[in-house]
T-cell receptor, first 112, second 116 residues
Framework: DAKTTQPPSMDCAEGRAANLPCNHS???????VYWYRQIHSQGPQYIIH???NNETNEMASLIITEDRKSSTLILPHATLRDTAVYYC?????????????FGQGTTLQVKP | DAGVIQSPRHEVTEMGQEVTLRCKLI?????LFWYRQTMMRGLELLIY????????DSGMPEDRFSAKMPNASFSTLKIQPSEPRDSAVYFC??????????????FGPGTRLTVL
């Protein structure tokens, strides 16, 4: 599975959009981009995933660049409860084993 | 659905004791994953099963760790004997199936283990 690179930390003002970037320059054609988050002391929580097209659900939007080498997770109206560590993970493809390999993620601090 | 259930939520034990962590999968899910999280190493995959069969246990730290799925909905992770360096939060997660390109893992609340 391809490696991902994320900034270690970001701040966002409450009510504003939080844009979390992720680089995955070695992604292969059939690998998916997944986002999970972990709120303090809880288990990781699935947010969204995508292959090529942009995706949106009730939690967030995922924007994947045309060359698929990077993506951005967008929380449209961040709240204090969105403070968490956000993990960008690439997996799937021909070698899909179901594994999720967690990196260090981005710690998002939403401030009042 | 209640989601993935783990027990106990907290466990404090003394070095050398046996520890058993338990996990109940989401109904209908066929894949089960055990993870460990520490400050130093982050979230690490220990072992995972598909249809009750262990697929990859390369993340299990040593022979003191063992995991089983006695039935399709339940799993245990056992540490015998426990050591202080085993102190961590242990998560299990379940998903519908392996071998498909897009499958979501759902995590339990974790068991916080402290070995004195």
């Amino acid at each position: 599975d391809a490696k991902t690179t994320q900034p270690p930390s970001m701040d966002c003002a409450e009510g504003r959009a939080a844009n979390l970037p992720c680089n995955h320059s070695t992604i292969s054609g059939n690998e998916y981009v997944y986002w999970y988050r972990q709120i303090h002391s809880q288990g990781p929580q699935y947010i969204i995933h995508g292959l090529k097209n942009n995706e949106t659900n009730e939690m967030a939007s995922l924007i994947i660049t045309e060359d698929r080498k990077s993506s951005t997770l967008i929380l449209p109206h961040a709240t204090l409860r969105d403070t968490a560590v956000y993990y960008c993970i690439v997996r799937g493809g021909s070698s899909n084993t179901g594994k999720l390999i967690f990196g260090q993620g981005t710690t998002l601090q939403v401030k009042p | 659905d209640a989601g993935v259930i783990q027990s106990p939520r907290h466990e404090v034990t003394e070095m050398g004791q046996e520890v058993t962590l338990r996990c109940k999968l989401i109904s209908g899910h066929n894949s089960l994953f055990w993870y460990r999280q520490t400050m130093m190493r982050g979230l690490e995959l220990l072992i995972y099963f598909n249809n009750n069969v262990p697929i990859d246990d390369s993340g299990m730290p040593e022979d003191r760790f063992s995991a089983k799925m006695p039935n399709a909905s339940f799993s245990t992770l056992k540490i015998q004997p426990s050591e202080p360096r085993d102190s961590a939060v242990y998560f299990c997660a379940s998903s519908l199936e392996l071998g498909i390109s897009a499958d979501t893992q759902y995590f339990g609340p974790g068991t916080r283990l402290t070995v004195l």
